[in-house]
């Protein structure tokens, strides 16, 4: 006989072995037989499918998981619990677990289509599909699939749903990119430092963002005033002697530096007007925009 972790209520709700009653009926989430509640001082509690089904491992523990996926976001939609999803910081690429607050969802339901493909469950926000998930047991999102679904979509191990489907480890994603909350609050910091300053938002992206912006910004502290005071990295630096480009954030400035023995386009202090040198911004280990490219310039200036 197989032996079933989780059976559905007479009401539809998927029960695991530990918490089912011998006074209830359970069935095959697959094929709806009546299953067979074993429990006792010998026996670790499970359900089990009577012999004659045709009914396999494989489309149970699939079956099961797309039912508990539904469920949990349904639990979700009627403000029952919330659920957690691991998930990549797009600023710092580190991997970190965040919460979908309860009531993110509305509904749920399986099979459904998008353009070409089907999804094993969905999850929705009022009338739009808010993500799609895959299930995996023998067989992974291939390649074509993974490229043209044009929604949000996660593909989850069913043995980990089956652990706790309301803790969801994708194996596969495309999700909307976020930040980690370590990233999240240096990112307002840096806000909040550059508008103190007077540096129009416009100019400039927060440090670590993709580099399409012509500047992007991190704090530091002058080393004269002892200012939090926002300073920028644009394609050019170390030591650019080229003007940058327009519009440009106001504290950057071509002062002439000893050290340099020459002027270069520089950070300047938003307060005092001290210049912030290049070696300590770009070029020390510590500095606080290390690790972001250099121009041509570094290797003899280093």
Not at 230 to 255: H, L, R, S
């Amino acid at each position: 006989m197989l032996k079933i972790p989780f059976g559905k209520s007479e009401s539809g709700i998927f029960i695991s072995a530990k918490e089912a009653k011998k006074e209830e009926s359970y069935f095959c989430p697959q094929c709806s037989t009546k299953l067979l509640f074993r429990a006792g001082e010998k026996n670790v509690e499970h359900f089990s499918h009577p012999p004659e089904s045709n009914c396999n491992n494989e489309t149970i523990l699939h079956k099961t998981a797309k039912g508990l996926i539904e469920q949990a976001i349904k639990d979700n939609a009627q403000r029952k619990r919330s659920i957690e999803i691991w998930n990549s910081c797009k600023t710092c690429g580190k991997n970190f677990n965040s919460k979908i607050p309860i009531g993110t969802f509305t509904n749920a339901a399986q099979e459904v289509s998008s353009l070409n493909y089907k999804c094993d469950v969905v999850g929705y926000r009022e009338e739009e599909i808010a993500l799609g998930i895959e299930i995996f047991v023998t067989h992974a999102v291939d390649e074509n699939k993974a490229k043209e679904l044009t929604i949000y979509w996660i593909e989850l191990s069913a043995e980990d749903v089956l652990k706790n489907s309301f803790y969801w480890k994708p194996i596969q994603k495309r999700l909307k990119p976020v930040n980690c909350r370590t990233c999240k609050n240096e990112i307002l910091k840096i806000q909040n430092i550059a508008s103190k300053w007077g540096i129009d938002s416009n100019l400039y992206s927060p440090i670590k963002e993709p580099v399409t912006a012509k500047y992007i910004a991190g704090v530091e502290t002058c080393f004269k005033c002892k200012n939090e005071i926002p300073v920028f990295w644009w394609d050019g630096i170390p030591f650019c002697d080229e003007e940058p480009p327009d519009p440009k954030p106001k504290t950057i400035k071509f002062k002439y530096s000893k050290k340099y023995e020459g002027s270069y386009w520089a950070n300047t202090c938003a307060n005092c007007g001290m210049t912030q040198g290049d070696n300590f911004l770009f070029l020390f280990e510590n500095g606080p925009l290390f690790g972001l490219p250099l121009s041509k310039k570094e290797a003899h200036n280093k």
